[in-house]
Nanobody
Framework: QVQLVESGGGSVQAGGSLRLSCAAS????????????MAWFRQAPGKEREFVAG????????GYADSVEGRFTISRDNAKNSVYLQMNSLKPEDTAVYYC??????????????????WGKGTLVTVSS
């Protein structure tokens, strides 16, 4: 019943921007979305999945991979059961399938880069040079 559905992927030229969205659904999950820290991961062709950005339950804590720091911004709207990833100054090496993930936690201010409980199916981002 727990579902995370990503959207917003597509093709863009280097230097461009995209905004990814992740909507959470499923009765129990939707009612307690604010109990989950959220994160974005990505997997490029032939590479392992890697952490991109994370946000705490309250939104007060955020963290980023070094490769995207200063270019990507993660945010969430608990009223809409959604998390977002604004991606600016995109580079060809950002090409990957991007996944949304959730981890239940009692900590309001911590984001996580591992130990996720739920995953979406991903959305493809392609950046051309």
């Amino acid at each position: 019943q727990v579902q995370l559905v990503e959207s917003g992927g597509g093709s863009v030229q280097a230097g461009g921007s995209l905004r990814l969205s992740c909507a959470a659904s499923g009765w129990t999950f939707a009612r307690t979305f604010s109990n989950y820290a959220m994160a974005w991961f990505r997997q490029a062709p032939g590479k392992e999945r890697e952490f991109v950005a994370g946000i705490s339950r309250s939104g007060s804590g955020t963290g980023y991979a070094d490769s995207v720091e200063g270019r990507f911004t993660i945010s969430r709207d608990n009223a809409k059961n959604s998390v977002y990833l604004q991606m600016n100054s995109l580079k060809p090496e950002d090409t990957a399938v991007y996944y949304c993930a959730a981890r239940r936690t009692s900590d309001y201010g911590t984001y996580y880069s591992d130990g996720m409980d739920y995953w979406g199916k991903g959305t493809l981002v392609t950046v051309s040079s």
